[in-house]
C-alpha cells in the first residue's frame, strides 16, 4: 500500500466519520429537542389545567356562591320602594340596615373585594356596601354593564369584563352578578365586585420556574392578569401567536420573541371567555451542547486514530467503521436497540461506547415517552367506563319506579349502536350517541306519575306537557362538557323529518343525524315493549311495518330502511 493510497483512504475515512457523525448529532438534536418539547408541552397543558381548576375556577366559585346566595334572600326578592322614595345612591333604606351590615362586613374581611352592591330595577338606586360618597348622584345602574349583562342573561351568574369603578377609587374591576326576581318581577341585580389586581397576584404566585409566566387576557387581546403590574390592560392582540390563541379553546403552541423560543399552553376560562396562559422559555443551549461535545469527540478521536494507526489502517479502522455505519443506519431506520460491537479499548473502542451510551440514552426517552402514552390512554379509557357506568345509572334511575318502561333506556342503546356500527360511524359519534340513549329519557324526572302512567288517551294539555321532555333533559345536562353533543341528540330525538315532530319543529338537514338513528330506535322498542296505554307488545313484523309506513314523514328514509333490513337479517328484538 503506497504512501498515496493510506493519505487517500484516511481523507476519505475521515471525511465519512464527520459527515455520519453530523447527520447522527441532527437527528439526536432534534429528537432530543422534540422530547424536550413533548415534555414541557405535557407539563404547561398540566400547569395550566391545575391552575384554572384549583385556583381561579375555584375562586371565581367562591365569588359566585355569594352571590347566588343573596339572590335568593327573601328580604331582596320582597324589597320594594316605598311610595314617595327619593333615588338612592350614598344611602339606603333603612329597613336595608342588616343586609348592609353583612355586606360590608364580608368587603371588609376580604381584601380582594371592592364592593357589594343592589341595583333597583325600579328606579336604577344603587345600594353600595361599603357607601362610596364620590359615586355621581346621577348613577343608574341600569346602565352599567354589570347589570346589563345580568338581565340579558336572567337565571345565570354573570361576569363582566374589566372596567373602571364609577367612583373616585380609579380601580380597575370584575364584577360577577345576577338578576333578583320574584316570580316574575325584577327586583334588580345583586352584584359583587372583585378587583383586577387580584388575578394578577394569583399569577404572580403561582408562576413557578426556569423564567415561565402565567397570564390571562381577554377575547379582545387586553391583559387582564400578569405578574407584571405595568402589562395590566395591554393590548398585545398584534402578536401573531395571541391572534393564534383567541381562535383556539385550549393548545399548546411555539412562537419566537427576540431571538428567544418559547412554548405557550393555554385554555378557555369557561365563566367569562378569557384566555389563561402559560408560557415558558425553551432552554436547548444544554441539549445542543451535549451534542456538539459527542461530535467534537467523536471527530477528534477518529482523527487521532488515522494519524496513530496510518500503517494499519485497513485492519484498524475499516471494520469498526463498518460496524458503526450500520449501527447508524439501523438508528435511522427505527432501530433504537442497535449498538456497535466493542471488542478494542483504542480510540475508536471508546468512541463506540460513547455511541452506544448516546443510543442508549435516547432508547430510555423514546420508551419514557411510549410508557407515558399507554398511561394516558388506560386512564382515558377508564374515565371513559366511569362515564357509562354514571349514565346507565342515571337511565337506570328514570326506570326505576315504573315496570312498563324498565330496561327500555338498555334496549334502545342496543338497537342505536347495533344501526350505528352498520353506519361505520366514527369512535366519537358512537360515544355521544351511546351516551344520549341511555339518558335519552331523563327528561321525564319532570314529568308528573300521574301522566307518565296514565292507560288513557292523554288530553292535550297531557301531551303537551309530554312533549317538553326533551327540553327537560336537555337543560338538567346543562354544564357537563363532554355530555354536550349528547344534549342536543336527546333533544332532538323525537323531531319528524317532515317538521311535525318536537320540541323545536326541526325538519330534514336541520335535525342532528344521531337524532334520527336514536329516534328509530326508540318508536321500535316502544311499540315492541309494554306500556301502560298498550299492555301487550307489538309483533316485531307488525312494527316493522309501522316504521316502514313512517319513514319520510317521521323517520328519515335511509336510515330506516337499513334498521328494518338489520332487524329482518340478523334476528335483532
Not at 112 to 126: K, L, T
Not at 298 to 327: H, N
Amino acid at each position: 500500500m503506497t504512501p498515496t493510497l493510506i493519505k487517500k483512504m484516511i481523507i476519505s475515512f475521515a471525511i465519512i466519520i464527520v459527515c455520519t457523525m453530523t447527520i447522527i448529532g441532527t437527528v439526536t438534536y432534534d429528537k432530543a429537542k422534540t422530547i424536550v418539547f413533548n415534555q414541557l408541552s405535557e407539563q404547561n397543558s398540566r400547569t395550566v389545567w391545575a391552575v384554572n381548576e384549583y385556583f381561579l375556577h375555584a375562586f371565581m366559585e367562591d365569588m359566585e356562591y355569594v352571590v347566588q346566595k343573596w339572590s335568593a334572600d327573601p328580604r331582596l326578592l320582597s324589597y320594594r320602594n316605598t311610595p314617595g322614595q327619593p333615588r338612592m345612591v350614598h344611602d339606603y333604606p333603612p329597613n336595608f340596615g342588616p343586609i348592609y351590615d353583612a355586606w360590608k362586613g364580608y368587603v371588609e374581611g376580604n381584601p380582594d373585594i371592592g364592593w357589594m352592591y343592589f341595583g333597583i330595577q325600579e328606579d336604577g338606586s344603587a345600594f353600595f356596601a361599603p357607601l362610596d360618597p364620590t359615586i355621581p348622584e346621577t348613577y343608574d345602574a341600569r346602565q352599567r354593564p354589570w347589570y346589563v349583562g345580568a338581565s340579558e342573561n336572567p337565571g345565570e351568574l354573570f361576569w363582566t369584563n374589566p372596567y373602571q369603578d364609577a367612583g373616585a377609587s380609579g380601580e380597575m374591576l370584575v364584577t360577577v352578578s345576577k338578576v333578583v326576581k320574584d316570580q316574575d318581577y325584577t327586583v334588580g341585580v345583586v352584584a359583587l365586585d372583585v378587583k383586577l389586581s387580584k388575578f394578577s397576584d394569583m399569577m404572580m404566585e403561582l408562576s413557578i420556574d426556569r423564567g415561565g409566566y402565567l397570564m390571562i387576557i381577554g377575547d379582545n387581546g387586553d391583559i387582564y392578569a400578569h405578574p407584571s403590574p405595568s402589562m395590566l390592560m395591554k393590548n398585545i392582540s398584534g402578536k401573531d401567536w395571541i391572534q393564534a390563541i383567541l381562535t383556539m379553546d385550549s393548545g399548546t403552541l411555539t412562537f419566537d420573541e427576540e431571538g428567544q423560543e418559547y412554548i405557550g399552553s393555554f385554555m378557555t376560562v369557561q365563566k367569562t371567555g378569557w384566555k389563561l396562559i402559560y408560557v415558558n422559555p425553551i432552554e436547548m443551549k444544554e441539549v445542543v451542547g451535549q451534542v456538539k461535545s459527542w461530535i467534537a469527540l467523536a471527530v477528534l478521536l477518529v482523527i487521532l486514530g488515522l494519524l496513530a494507526l496510518s500503517s494499519a489502517v485497513t485492519f484498524i479502522i475499516l471494520k469498526p467503521l463498518r460496524q458503526m455505519m450500520k449501527a447508524i443506519q439501523d438508528v435511522i431506520a427505527g432501530n433504537y436497540e442497535a449498538r456497535m460491537i466493542v471488542k478494542t479499548n483504542d480510540e475508536l473502542g471508546r468512541l463506540g461506547e460513547t455511541f452506544n451510551k448516546m443510543l442508549t440514552n435516547t432508547g430510555a426517552l423514546m420508551k419514557e415517552r411510549s410508557s407515558h402514552i399507554e398511561e394516558l390512554t388506560l386512564k382515558n379509557d377508564e374515565i371513559m367506563a366511569s362515564y357509562r357506568n354514571t349514565a346507565k345509572a342515571l337511565g337506570n334511575a328514570i326506570e326505576a319506579n315504573d315496570h312498563y318502561v324498565r330496561g327500555h333506556c338498555d334496549r334502545v342503546s342496543y338497537f342505536a349502536m347495533k344501526l350505528a356500527d352498520k353506519l361505520c360511524l366514527p369512535q366519537n359519534d358512537l360515544e355521544n350517541l351511546e351516551f344520549a340513549s341511555m339518558l335519552h329519557d331523563i327528561g321525564k324526572i319532570g314529568i308528573s306519575e300521574r301522566i307518565l302512567n296514565k292507560t288513557s288517551q292523554l288530553t292535550p294539555e297531557e301531551f303537551e306537557i309530554i312533549k317538553n321532555h326533551p327540553r327537560i333533559g336537555y337543560d338538567i345536562l346543562s354544564g357537563i362538557p363532554f355530555l354536550e353533543e349528547c344534549r342536543i341528540i336527546l333533544l332532538q330525538h323525537h323531531e319528524w323529518v317532515n317538521g311535525a315532530g318536537y320540541p323545536d319543529g326541526l325538519m330534514g338537514a336541520q335535525i342532528h343525524y344521531s337524532a334520527k338513528i336514536l329516534g328509530i330506535a326508540d318508536a321500535f322498542d316502544a311499540m315492541t315493549s309494554s306500556r301502560p296505554y298498550r299492555i301487550d307488545p307489538m309483533p316485531i313484523k307488525e312494527a316493522l311495518a309501522e316504521l316502514d309506513a313512517a319513514k319520510g314523514t317521521q323517520f328519515d328514509e335511509s336510515l330506516t330502511n337499513i334498521f328494518i333490513k338489520m332487524i329482518q337479517e340478523e334476528g335483532i328484538g
